[in-house]
C-alpha cells in the first residue's frame, strides 16, 4: 500500500493514525460499560501492557516507522484511574464474601464424626489457610499482569481483609468451645478440630509471611507492610484454643483433684493414679499439635496440676490427727510428687524443659508435715518461706492447722516471726503460691493468721 501513494503522503503513519484512534474509540466505549473485575483486568492488561508489547505495536517489524512512545493513550489517565478504583472495590467486595464462604465451610468440618486430615508431619489441620492464600494468590497474580503499583495495593487489600478475617475466626472458635460445653458428648471430634484450629494459626503466620516476600520486592517492604496485628490475633487465638483443651482435660480432672487431701485420699485412693492415665491419654491426642504450641501446653498442664495439688493442701480438708498420719500423709505427698515428676519427664521430652522444680514444692511442703518434732518448726518453715518468696502468712496457717499438733500461740509466733523476715526473690523465680486462695478459718481470731 505504501508503494501506491508518494512518499509525501505518508501513508502508513496516517493509517496507523486512523487504527490508532478507531481503536482507541472502541475501548473506551467498552471503559464505559458495566464491566466485571475480570473484564476490567481484561482491558487493562491489553491496553497497558499487550498493546504497547513486541507481540502488537512494539514488533521490532514495525520500526522505525512506528514507534510506541509517540503513541497517544488508548485510555486516558482519567480512565484508568477509574477502571482501576471499580475494580479494587469489586476485588474487595469479592474478597469478603469468598472469606465469609470459606469460613462457613470449615465451620462444618467440624461438626464431623471423623477427624481432620494431617500435614505431612502428621499434625491435625483444615484446609482453611491453603483455600484463604490460593485465593489471594490467583488476585495477586492477576494484578501483576497490569503493573507494579496494582499488585501492591492489592496485596494491602489482602492482608487488611485477612486482619477483619482473623478476628471473625476467633469468634466462630470461641463460639465452638462454648457450644460444646453445653453437651461435652458433642461433637465427637471436638479435641481434634479444636487441634486443627490451632495448628492453623502457624499455617496462616507463615503464608502472611511468604506471600508477602513473594510479591513484595525488598525485605524493607515485608517489613514495612507489618503484620504485629494479625500475629497478635493468630497467637490469641491459639492460646484460648490450648486454654479450651486444658480445660477440656481438668474438667475431667475435676472430681479426682477434689478426693485430694480428704480422708479418702488418705486411705488409700488412686486418684493421682487417675489423673496421670487421664494427663497422658489426653497428650496422646495433643501429640497432633504443632511442638510450639504443645510445649506450651504441657508447662501449663503441669504448673496447673502442681498448683491445683497445693491448692487442695491448702483448704484445710484434712486435719492430721497424730504423728502416724502425718507420716503416712506426707510420704503420700512425695510418692505423688515424683509421679507427677515422672509424668512429666515423658511429656515434655524433647522440648529440654526442666520439669523436677514445680514438683519439688509438693515435696518441700511434705517435709514440713513429716516433720515429727514441733520445736523445729519454726526452722522449716523459714527454710520454706526461703526458698518460696511468695508464700503468704494465711498459706502457712493453713500448712500448720494441716498438721494438726501446732497451738495458736505457736502458729502466731512462727507466722509474726517469718513476716519480720527478709523475703528475698530470685528474677529468676516463678511464683507459684502467689493465686492459691486459702479460705479463712472462722475458728481464729488472730488479726495475723487472716492476713
Not at 522505525?64 to 471499580?86: M, N, R, W
Not at 507494579?148 to 477483619?164: P, R, W
Not at 525485605?219 to 514495612?224: F, G, H, L, R
Request: proline content about 3%.
Amino acid at each position: 500500500m505504501v508503494q501506491c501513494f508518494p512518499p509525501s503522503y505518508s501513508i502508513f503513519s496516517k493509517v496507523l493514525e486512523l487504527y490508532h484512534y478507531a481503536l482507541a474509540s472502541r475501548i473506551q466505549e467498552l471503559a464505559s460499560e458495566e464491566l466485571e473485575a475480570n473484564e476490567i483486568v481484561s482491558i487493562l492488561t491489553w491496553v497497558l501492557n499487550t498493546y504497547h508489547s513486541s507481540e502488537m505495536m512494539g514488533n521490532l517489524e514495525l520500526v522505525p516507522e512506528v514507534d510506541v512512545k509517540l503513541l497517544k493513550p488508548l485510555l486516558s489517565e482519567e480512565i484508568v484511574d477509574q477502571l482501576l478504583h471499580k475494580y479494587m472495590a469489586t476485588l474487595q467486595s469479592n474478597i469478603i464474601a469468598w472469606l465469609r464462604k470459606a469460613l462457613e465451610t470449615d465451620k462444618k468440618d467440624w461438626d464431623k464424626d471423623t477427624e481432620p486430615e494431617a500435614d505431612q508431619a502428621g499434625y491435625y489441620q483444615t484446609t482453611l489457610p491453603a483455600i484463604v492464600f490460593q485465593m489471594f494468590e490467583q488476585n495477586l497474580q492477576v494484578a501483576a499482569q497490569i503493573s507494579e503499583e496494582l499488585k501492591k495495593k492489592v496485596l494491602h487489600l489482602c492482608l487488611q481483609q485477612m486482619n477483619t478475617f482473623l478476628n471473625r475466626y476467633s469468634e466462630q472458635a470461641q463460639l465452638y468451645k462454648e457450644e460444646h460445653l453445653k453437651n461435652r458428648q458433642l461433637p465427637a471430634c471436638y479435641v481434634q478440630y479444636m487441634i486443627a484450629i490451632i495448628n492453623n494459626c502457624q499455617t496462616f503466620k507463615e503464608s502472611i509471611v511468604s506471600l508477602k516476600r513473594k510479591y513484595l520486592r525488598s525485605e524493607e517492604d515485608v517489613i514495612a507492610s507489618g503484620s504485629a496485628n494479625m500475629d497478635s490475633i493468630l497467637d490469641n487465638i491459639a492460646s484460648e484454643g490450648c486454654r479450651s483443651l486444658l480445660d477440656e482435660v481438668f474438667l475431667d480432672l475435676e472430681q479426682h483433684l477434689n478426693d485430694l487431701m480428704t480422708k479418702k485420699w488418705l486411705g488409700g485412693s488412686n486418684s493421682v493414679d487417675t489423673i496421670c492415665v487421664t494427663l497422658e491419654d489426653y497428650f496422646n491426642d495433643f501429640a497432633k499439635i504443632k511442638p510450639h504450641y504443645q510445649q506450651k501446653m504441657t508447662i501449663k498442664a503441669h504448673r496447673k496440676v502442681v498448683t491445683e495439688y497445693l491448692k487442695a493442701i491448702m483448704q484445710r480438708r484434712i486435719c492430721f490427727r497424730n504423728a502416724e498420719e502425718r507420716k503416712e500423709g506426707a510420704e503420700r505427698m512425695i510418692k505423688e510428687a515424683e509421679q507427677f515428676k515422672f509424668l512429666f519427664k515423658r511429656l515434655t521430652s524433647g522440648f529440654n524443659e526442666e520439669t523436677d522444680g514445680l514438683c519439688d514444692t509438693i515435696t518441700a511442703i511434705a517435709e514440713v508435715i513429716k516433720l515429727t518434732d514441733p520445736s523445729l518448726l519454726y526452722l522449716e518453715v523459714s527454710t520454706l518461706v526461703t526458698r518460696y518468696p511468695d508464700l503468704r502468712d494465711d498459706h502457712i496457717a493453713a500448712l500448720l492447722a494441716m498438721r494438726g499438733d501446732a497451738s495458736r500461740e505457736m502458729k502466731q509466733t512462727i507466722i509474726e516471726t517469718v513476716e519480720q523476715s527478709q523475703r528475698q526473690q530470685s528474677s529468676n523465680y516463678t511464683p507459684i503460691f502467689k493465686d492459691i486462695i486459702v479460705p479463712s478459718l472462722p475458728t481464729l481470731s488472730v488479726p495475723k493468721l487472716l492476713k
